[in-house]
């Protein structure tokens, strides 16, 4: 391919999206919207990479970051459980140290604060921008809006919890404490373990994640997107302007570029001197066909940090935390942990154990929160990663906040806490 080959009639160049995740497709989809011309280019085919496995829960709520007092003070217990949420390996300790340093500074309550004031304002058109999206292509049936159900073992536990709880509903979000008679109403199946729960009635879930971002990206190339499978290797440059994206195939020739590519980014921005702290926090699902399991929305297992979400193909549970970065293979045992825990809350309903299996890398940043916005070193350079845990959730509003910065159009939404360059030398703020 050569350097000019992709030029649209004698036009401009494109603008390339690199990364075909839900995130990505959002970006492009929002783009082409505005009449940009977009290409996609990913090195596997489009919604195989964090975008394929998730939990599918719609968590707009979800404005407290993972760094809050509360946690810090019970993750080494966690880590020392061998059946705790969060595993890291003992070779990969001194790795994730850098990373794990930055996410207790972010735990600070001034921190805590700025972070969920940010968050929520991002967060809080999330369910909106879904549906306009879904609408629009015509696939509004992938959504629903039962709610989500966050079980614990007891009132003690839910009280560990209470800082997350106060901070979600300061900032709008309706949850009730239901005891175990009164959210049976709701879960019928959940076992006698489970005695008290936290009821979120507004927020959703997807049916299927990965068919939700495969009606995107082919309503994308109905439309005229182009989604190229290609390897990004670096970046082409004239001066601080980025002109294009390096491939085995050659150099494409860009208008502008945005970074979409997930957990792999930060490896791709090194090139460009962008050291930006995102880690992998390897994440896991089982999932069976259980037509007839009677769970009715996500039922969330707090102490386990497990979602089990039912889903158009049968039943899904999903989560924990792995460190361990890109290249480790996954952890059997923390696949046989989601069943275990499955079984335990749902002791009446056959076990997943012979269930598909899967392992996603979260594209996590310290602070919580994503990376959105233009480079201010190099012209054409924008990104759009890093959204950890809520990336399902944060993508249409993402593709939204960028599409309105690029065509011209800004909202009122004030997106300089999420630039890249909170985290350049001397910028530091948590
Ligand atoms: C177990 C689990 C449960 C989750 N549950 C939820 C949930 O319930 N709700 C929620 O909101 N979020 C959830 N998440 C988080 C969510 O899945 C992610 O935040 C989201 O999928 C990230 O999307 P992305 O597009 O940024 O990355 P990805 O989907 O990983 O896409 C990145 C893409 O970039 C491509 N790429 C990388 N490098 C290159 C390169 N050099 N050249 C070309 N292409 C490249 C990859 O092939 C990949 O397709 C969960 C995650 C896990 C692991």
Request: with cysteine.
């Amino acid at each position: 391919m050569s350097s000019s080959s992709n030029r649209i009639a004698g036009g401009a160049p494109p603008t390339y999206v690199v990364g075909a995740g839900m995130v990505g497709l959002c970006v492009a989809w929002r783009l082409q919207q505005e009449g940009v011309q977009v290409v996609v280019v990913d090195r596997d085919e489009p919604a195989c990479g964090c975008s394929f496995g998730n939990a599918g829960a719609l968590s707009f709520g979800s404005v407290a970051p993972l760094a809050m007092p509360g946690t810090v003070w019970s993750a080494p217990g966690m880590l020392l459980d061998p059946n705790g949420p969060i595993h890291i390996p003992l070779r990969y300790w001194l790795k994730a140290m850098p990373w794990l340093i930055d996410f207790v500074r972010a735990a600070r309550p001034d921190h805590v604060e700025r972070i969920a004031q940010s968050l929520a304002l991002f967060l809080a058109p999330a369910a909106e921008c879904h549906v306009e999206i879904l609408r629009e292509i015509g696939a509004t049936d992938l959504l629903r809006f039962d709610g989500q159900l966050y079980l614990y073992r007891n009132t003690r536990q839910l009280a560990s919890d209470d800082a997350t709880w106060n901070l979600k509903r300061r900032y709008g979000l309706r949850a009730e404490v239901m005891a175990r008679d009164a959210f049976l109403e709701l879960e019928p199946r959940v076992g006698p373990k489970y005695e008290v729960a936290v009821f979120t009635p507004d927020q959703g879930s997807s049916i299927d994640p990965y068919r939700h971002a495969m009606a995107i990206a082919d309503d994308f190339v109905r439309k005229g997107g182009v989604i190229l499978k290609e390897e990004v290797t670096g970046f082409a440059r004239r001066d601080d302007r980025i002109t294009g994206v390096v491939t085995h195939s050659g150099t494409l020739e860009a208008e502008r570029v945005i970074i979409c590519a997930g957990a792999w980014s930060r490896q791709l921005l090194l090139s460009l001197g962008y050291d930006v702290p995102l880690e992998s926090q390897r994440g896991y699902h089982v999932m069976v066909a259980r037509p007839d399991s009677g769970i009715r929305r996500p039922v969330i297992l707090s102490d386990r940090r497990v979602f089990v979400t039912p889903m158009s193909e049968g039943i899904r549970a999903a989560g924990t935390v792995e460190f361990g970065g890109l290249d480790l293979p996954p952890t059997a045992r923390r696949l046989n942990l989601l069943a275990r825990h499955f079984a335990e809350a749902f002791p009446e309903i056959e076990p997943l154990a012979d269930g598909a299996r899967w392992m996603g890398h979260r594209p996590c940043l310290p602070d919580s929160m994503p990376i959105i916005g233009k480079s201010e070193r190099h012209n054409g350079l924008w990104f759009a990663f890093g959204h950890g845990h809520l990336g399902f959730t944060g993508a249409a509003v993402t593709g939204r906040i960028l599409a309105s910065e690029i065509s011209g159009q800004r909202r009122n939404v004030d997106i300089s806490p999420f630039s890249i360059h909170r985290f350049d030398p001397g910028r530091r703020v948590a």
